[in-house]
């Protein structure tokens, strides 16, 4: 029973932790959004490729995975591949293709707070999601 309420006592932290973390703005929430008719992965590529107004726009995982530090971890963990709340990412590659991904963090399933199209923008979705990609 007292494992019962500390359990519910954490995952309302963690939840009120999530919602306040995906508050937070990001440095590329200043530009103009990247609009994309469909992520296209270039194999030859170690980011992912999305075709935007602009032309080409390339998933950055380095700042992918800054923004997963600031919005991400009290659920996924410090690396994404710890889990809690939220599933462990390690290897989610082999359970979705970038296309997928990307639609996944626009359109989360509870508990996962939908960051997208605020404060999260195209373009920082496309880094998270190179960033998941490769762990």
């Known amino acids: ?3 019962n309420r500390l359990f519910v006592i ?17 440095s590329s929430d200043k530009g103009a959004d990247a609009t994309a ?3 296209i ?3 030859g590529s170690t980011g992912l490729k999305t075709i935007g107004a602009s032309g080409p726009v390339v998933g950055d995982a380095k700042h ?19 889990g809690g709340v939220g599933p462990s990412l390690k290897n989610e590659k082999s359970r979705k293709n970038t296309d997928k991904t990307i639609a996944w963090i626009k359109n989360p399933q509870p508990p ?7 404060p999260l923008s195209d ?4 880094d998270v999601a ?4 490769s762990l």
């Open 1 to 3: 029973m007292r494992h």
């Open 10 to 26: 954490l995952l309302a932290g963690a939840i009120a932790g999530a919602s306040i973390a995906g508050c937070a703005k990001t």
């Open 37 to 39: 008719s469909g992520p």
């Open 41 to 43: 992965t270039d194999p």
């Open 64 to 82: 992918g995975k800054e923004i997963f530090m600031a919005n991400c971890t009290s659920c996924h963990g410090a690396t994404g591949t710890e």
């Open 112 to 118: 996962m707070p939908k960051l997208w199209p605020s």
């Open 123 to 126: 373009k920082d979705v496309a």
């Open 130 to 133: 190179a960033f998941v990609q």
